[in-house]
């Protein structure tokens, strides 16, 4: 293996990626919201996913986090999506990171009322 693709291999693997049940993109404007309340949800997620322990573990309930600039849903935001269900959600404000994060990825009940669109990827066997 290349020297690049093993250090590459390495930085995976200390944040266990492979080991994560899901992915929530979040974006953070600014077309979709003003920058400054994308900044302070995604903050939000990142405190509550560490606070939880679902941020670089792996297992049930383990989910990895990225932070975009545009999902190309230009208005609602801010906007984010978890994978591999693919539920995007609407609105998706600092305030309401908590309870997403309770519901959807802790006990696994999307927050219907906030969700816009689905895109499910099938899972690998």
Known sequence: MPDDLARLKG???SMQIGGYERHVFLCIGPDCCAP???AAAWDALKGELKRRNLSLAAGPGACYRTKAGCLRVCDGGPIAV???EG???AGLTAERIPEFVQK???DGQPVEEWIF???PLPKSS
Request: glycine letters at 6%.
């Open 11 to 13: 930085i995976a693997d």
């Open 36 to 38: 400054e309340v994308g």
């Open 82 to 84: 978890v994978y591999p």
């Open 87 to 89: 539920t995007y959600y």
């Open 104 to 106: 959807h990825l802790v």
């Open 117 to 119: 669109a689905r895109n």
